[in-house]
């Protein structure tokens, strides 16, 4: 059984900096397609990043030199590097993983609250 772990979400001012963690246990993150999503109040969720086979990333255009998404092998666990954050960026954050090779497969964290306010 495999289980996505979220940390790292809180309260930041505009401006400040937050990193997201998304431990994946019962698997391995280099036979996970790992993404980021995120939801806001009102609002469908959107993709934020993803990585896959550890080389592979993509990112929303909002997210893109901003947030870096990054893995760690020897911690089992896909980052997210937020910075420069705004009001706009307050969501829950979710961590999404999906089976390389087999679409079947695939599990979502609990999510975690970023809240970005002065």
């Known amino acids: 059984q495999v289980r996505l772990v979220e940390s790292g979400g809180g309260l930041v001012q505009p401006g400040g900096s937050l990193r997201l963690s998304c431990e994946v246990v019962?698997?391995?993150?280099?036979?996970?397609?790992v993404a980021w999503y995120r939801q806001s109040s009102g609002k469908e969720r959107e993709l934020v990043a993803d990585i896959s086979g550890g080389a592979n990333l993509n990112y929303a255009d909002y997210a893109k030199g901003r947030f870096t998404i990054y893995g760690d092998n020897a911690e089992n666990t896909v980052y997210l590097q937020m910075n420069r954050l705004t009001p706009e960026d307050t969501a829950v954050y979710f961590c999404?993983?999906?089976?390389?090779?087999?679409?079947?497969?695939?599990?979502w964290g609990q999510g975690t609250q970023v809240t970005v306010s002065p």
């Open positions: 999404f993983g999906r089976l390389l090779g087999n679409s079947e497969y695939e599990w």
């Open positions: 019962g698997s391995r993150i280099s036979r996970i397609n």
